[in-house]
C-alpha cells in the first residue's frame, strides 16, 4: 500500500514538473477547461435560481389555490346554449359553503388594462377591480392608507389603491393619499381617489401587483369597464378559489367543476367553457420545464468542455512527440510501461483537475456578479459544481488515456533513436 502511494505521488511529481516545465502552454490549454468549467456552473446556477424563482412564486400563491377562468373547449358565444363567461352568480354559488365544501375562501376579480394619467405623467397598468377579501387572500401589506373596503364594492366609490412601482412613477417621492388621478380604459376615463398605497409585493406568474392599480370590484365593472354579458348579467374574469387544505384541492375542484357544469347547462361528457388551474399542477409542470431548460443550459456548456478536452489531447500528443527520447531514456534505465502510461495520464489528469477548480472559481465568480445585476437570481449549488468538476476530470481521463497509452507503447530503441 505505501509502495503504491508513493509510485502515485511520484507520478504526480513528475506529472507537475512536466507542466511546469512548459507553463503557458499548460495556462492555455487548461483555458478551455476553464471556460467550459466556468459556462457549466454559471449556467447551471442561473436555471436552479429561475427554478427556484418559479417555485416560490407559485408556493407564493399558495399549493392549494385554484384559479377559476372563462374559456375552454367548450360552446362560446351568447346565444341559446352558449357560454355567457363566468358571472357573479357563479362565484357567489361557488362562495356557497352547501355547494362547495372544500372551499376555504372564494374571490372574484375583474379588471383589464388602461392608462393611469397623473399631472405630467402617464403609464400603462393593469387595473383590476377586487373585493375586499382580496388583500387577505393574496397577503397584501400597506404601504400607506388603507385597501378597498366593502362599503366602496356597495357604493361603486371612485377609489385607487395604487402598485408600489406605479405610485413611485406618477408621484416619485411625493405622497399619493388624497391624489386623484384620472384612470382611461376602451370604455370610458373616470377620476379616480388614491386611498392606499401597497408595500413591494414583487411579480408572479399570475399577479404583477407592484405594477398593478386595485379598484372596488363594482367600479371596475360598470364605471371602468363594460362588465356584462349579451344579457347584462355582470360577469368576472377570475375566481380565485382557496380550498381549505392542499389534501382537499382535488375535491375543491371537483366540486367546482360540477357546480359550474350545472350552471352552464353542460353535460359531464362535454367539454367546458371555463378553465379550472390547479397551482400543485402549475408547480410540478414548471419544475418540469425548468428541470429541462436547466439540463439543457448544462449540455450546451458541457459542449465547451469537450472542446477543452479535444485541446487536452492535443497537446498531449504534442507533448509525446516532443518528449519521445525521453521516453526512450526512461524506458532503457528501467521505467515499465505503466510507468510510462501513468506519467502522462496524470498529466491530462491535472491539466484538467487544475482547470476545474480555476473554472468553478469564475463560473462562482459570474454567478455572484449576476445577482449584482438584479437581472436573473443564480443559485450555485454544490451539486452543480461536483457535476462540473466530477465531468471535467472524466473529459481528462478520456482525452488523456491516447496520447498516454502512444507514449507507453513506444519502442525504447526507435525513441532514442527519434531526432
Do not use: C
Amino acid at each position: 500500500m505505501i509502495t503504491k502511494l508513493a509510485d502515485l505521488w511520484e507520478n504526480i511529481r513528475v506529472a507537475l514538473d512536466g507542466l511546469l516545465a512548459n507553463k503557458l502552454r499548460s495556462v492555455l490549454t487548461m483555458l478551455g477547461v476553464i471556460i467550459g468549467v466556468a459556462s457549466v456552473v454559471a449556467l447551471l446556477s442561473i436555471g436552479n435560481g429561475a427554478s427556484a424563482s418559479i417555485t416560490d412564486q407559485i408556493n407564493s400563491i399558495g399549493t392549494n389555490m385554484l384559479i377559476v377562468t372563462a374559456g375552454g373547449m367548450g360552446r362560446i358565444g351568447g346565444g341559446p346554449g352558449g357560454s355567457l363567461g363566468l358571472t357573479m352568480a357563479d362565484a357567489q354559488a361557488l362562495a356557497d359553503p352547501n355547494q362547495v365544501t372544500a372551499a376555504a375562501m372564494v374571490v372574484s376579480q375583474y379588471g383589464g388594462e388602461g392608462q393611469i394619467i397623473y399631472g405630467d405623467s402617464n403609464l400603462n397598468a393593469s387595473i383590476t377591480g377586487v373585493p375586499p377579501e382580496y388583500q387577505d387572500l393574496y397577503d397584501l401589506t400597506m404601504a400607506s392608507g388603507e385597501f378597498i373596503s366593502s362599503n366602496d364594492v356597495d357604493k361603486r366609490a371612485k377609489v385607487v389603491v395604487l402598485g408600489a412601482t406605479v405610485a413611485s412613477d406618477l408621484f416619485g417621492s411625493f405622497d399619493p393619499i388624497g391624489q386623484k388621478i384620472k384612470v382611461s380604459t376602451f370604455g370610458a376615463t373616470v377620476s379616480l381617489t388614491v386611498i392606499g398605497v401597497l408595500d413591494e409585493q414583487g411579480g408572479s406568474m399570475m399577479n404583477d401587483v407592484d405594477s398593478s392599480v386595485f379598484v372596488p370590484l363594482s367600479t371596475a365593472q360598470t364605471k371602468l369597464f363594460n362588465g356584462r354579458n349579451s344579457l347584462g348579467q355582470l360577469v368576472v374574469n377570475r375566481i380565485n378559489v382557496m380550498a381549505k387544505s392542499e389534501a382537499l384541492v382535488d375535491t375543491a375542484e371537483t366540486q367546482i367543476d360540477a357546480v359550474l357544469r350545472d350552471r352552464h347547462g353542460l353535460e359531464p361528457e362535454e367539454d367546458a367553457d371555463f378553465r379550472i388551474i390547479n397551482q400543485a399542477d402549475m408547480l410540478e409542470m414548471a419544475t418540469s420545464v425548468t428541470g429541462s431548460l436547466t439540463v439543457f443550459l448544462g449540455a450546451i456548456a458541457g459542449i465547451s468542455l469537450l472542446v477543452g478536452g479535444i485541446g487536452i489531447m492535443n497537446i498531449m500528443l504534442v507533448s509525446v512527440t516532443e518528449r519521445t527520447r525521453e521516453i526512450g531514456l526512461r524506458k532503457a534505465v528501467g521505467a515499465r510501461k505503466n510507468d510510462v502510461l501513468w506519467q502522462f495520464l496524470m498529466e491530462a489528469i491535472l491539466l484538467s483537475l487544475l482547470g476545474g477548480l480555476g473554472g468553478v472559481t469564475v463560473g462562482i465568480g459570474l454567478s455572484k456578479i449576476v445577482n449584482l445585476t438584479g437581472t436573473f437570481n443564480s443559485v450555485v449549488t454544490l451539486g452543480s459544481i461536483l457535476l462540473a468538476v466530477t465531468f471535467s476530470l472524466a473529459i481528462g481521463l478520456f482525452f488523456g488515456i491516447y496520447p498516454a497509452n502512444k507514449a507507453a507503447g513506444l519502442n525504447p530503441i526507435e525513441a532514442l533513436r527519434y531526432e
